[in-house]
T-cell receptor, first 112, second 117 residues
Framework: RKEVEQDPGPFNVPEGATVAFNCTYSNSASQSFFWYRQDCRKEPKLLMSVYSSGNEDGRFTAQLNRASQYISLLIRDSKLSDSATYLC?????????????FGAGTRLFVKA | DVKVTQSSRYLVKRTGEKVFLECVQD?????MFWYRQDPGLGLRLIYFSYDVKMKEKGDIPEGYSVSREKKERFSLILESASTNQTSMYLCASSLPFGGQKNNYGYTFGSGTRLTVV
């Protein structure tokens, strides 16, 4: 089993739709969680950290469920410019936080 | 604007060549990382460094080495390039870990797409 798993998609949604991605992790000692956005042939860029109480940044909401060991990303009112691959990342406490483990990504296509 | 700069965007090398990939960051970050990214496999950690002259193996260090002589520069070396090392190579940097800094993510360079023929 992979340490961090994501549905590769693709998710095809119309503009204005709400879309949610989940990401599961296997190490219960994981400490920090992140969502990154990666455009085609570009580098990943940090979208948001995921806090225990959940957090929101504009149209983006991230949640953490430690009991079920998953994080989620909700995108409201999808824009064409949201089309990208979304990577989740987990930093296990046991490694002292040096080694962030990335999921393989979920592809999102937003259509007009 | 803070930056991680990788020396080459595209590189084509021959099998058996020694290849140097350079990465420079201007954020005074202690931690630096080299990943490779392949379709379906995601990002895999090759090596990382948490201080000058310090290095630690990641998940796939075989065939690679690294050098960190200065805080801002982290070099990845392919000792003898092989076709299975054709990939996108991404350098990243981050603050040292601990406390609230654990919630800071990585800043990536724009990547080097290496083709070994």
């Amino acid at each position: 089993r992979k340490e961090v798993e994501q549905d590769p998609g693709p998710f095809n949604v119309p503009e204005g739709a709400t879309v949610a991605f989940n990401c599961t992790y296997s190490n219960s000692a994981s400490q920090s969680f992140f969502w990154y956005r990666q455009d085609c042939r570009k580098e990943p860029k940090l979208l948001m950290s995921v806090y225990s109480s959940g957090n929101e940044d504009g149209r983006f909401t991230a949640q953490l469920n430690r009991a079920s060991q998953y994080i989620s990303l909700l995108i409201r009112d999808s824009k064409l410019s949201d089309s990208a691959t979304y990577l989740c990342a987990v930093k296990p406490y046991s490694t002292g936080g040096f080694k962030t483990i990335f999921g393989a990504g979920t592809r999102l296509f937003v259509k007009a | 604007d803070v930056k991680v700069t990788q020396s080459s965007r595209y590189l084509v090398k021959r099998t058996g060549e020694k290849v140097f990939l350079e990465c420079v960051q201007d954020m005074d970050h202690e931690n630096m990382f080299w990943y490779r990214q392949d379709p379906g496999l995601g990002l895999r950690l090759i090596y990382f460094s948490y201080d000058v002259k310090m290095k630690e193996k990641g998940d796939i260090p075989e065939g690679y080495s690294v050098s960190r002589e200065k805080k801002e520069r982290f070099s990845l070396i392919l000792e003898s390039a092989s076709t299975n090392q054709t990939s996108m190579y991404l350098c990243a940097s981050s603050l040292p870990f601990g406390g609230q800094k654990n919630n800071y993510g990585y800043t990536f360079g724009s990547g080097t797409r290496l083709t070994v023929v």
